[in-house]
């Protein structure tokens, strides 16, 4: 049974870094990246600015985490696809007199995929990031994951 411990230490750091990409990528939609246009770049460029000031980022830190945010935008994109309507494709199940199993299955499909395919570069740029950020930094991450779950735990 000495396996449990460092099972449920992983399920842990595996659920803290779910948290903190969840955060960030919550942080991402209220900015702006609801479409990736012409100003995704700058929205981008302001959330790292944001962070790196909460955060007092050195330059390669700030680098660090512009990799990550560049990762999150292109999951969400991916995930969004090329549809200027996220929501179209979802309305579209319901739009006749029955409900498309078929479509909703392809629809699921497409979004696990490009969740599988962009999720390993995402997890390398956050593991990147996370891992070069001093302590007292790490625990001002861990900080906010725990009020941001609060208020998470609140409302769902």
Known sequence: MKFRPRIARGLLALFGGTLLLGSLTACAGR???????????????????????????DADQRQRLDTLAA??????????????????????????????????TRLVEEKTAAVRSGSPEVIAALADFYDHLRPAQQQQVRDFIERR???WSRHG
């Open 31 to 57: 900015h702006g990246w609801h479409e990736a246009g012409p100003d995704s770049g700058a929205m981008r460029a302001h959330m790292v600015e944001r962070i790196g000031r909460k955060l007092e980022l």
């Open 149 to 151: 779950g609060g208020r």
């Open 71 to 104: 990762r999150l935008q292109g999951q969400r994109q991916a995930m969004r696809g090329d549809t200027t309507d996220a929501r179209a494709p979802w309305r579209a199940l319901f739009a006749g007199p029955t409900f498309d199993q078929a479509a909703a």
